[in-house]
């Protein structure tokens, strides 16, 4: 089984820069990418950012330029820098890992329980 516990959320003021960061423990045989979704109530989770293990990154369209995704592959830990935060950045934002628990298990997605992040205007 595989555990991503996400630390790092917490209320700051719009302007303001806020690092979030996701480790994943447990049996990992392997991790090819992981990611970071947000959501707010009454509306569906969307990804912010998503990162394989090879570097390669994708981001929403509304945090291009503020938010910047990183991993470290040694540790199967992911980074969120956010920069420029806006009240609309204010969602409990959740980890994600893809990966196989074992070499002969498929790949799956985990996920972490999530971290709220409060941008006060």
């Known amino acids: 089984q595989v555990q991503l516990v996400e630390s790092g959320g917490t209320l700051v003021q719009a302007g303001g820069s806020l690092s979030l960061s996701c480790a994943a423990s447990?049996?990992?045989?392997?991790?090819?990418?992981m990611g970071w979704y947000r959501q707010v109530p009454g509306k569906q989770r969307e990804l912010v950012a998503v990162i394989t293990s090879g570097g390669s990154t994708d981001y929403a369209d509304s945090v291009k330029g503020r938010f910047t995704i990183s991993i470290d592959n040694a540790n199967n830990t992911t980074y969120l820098q956010m920069n420029s935060l806006k009240p609309e950045d204010t969602a409990v934002y959740y980890c994600n890992a893809d990966g196989r628990s074992s070499p002969w298990s498929v790949s799956r997605r985990y996920w972490g329980r999530g971290t709220q992040v409060t941008v006060s205007s």
């Open positions: 447990g049996s990992i045989f392997s991790i090819n990418a």
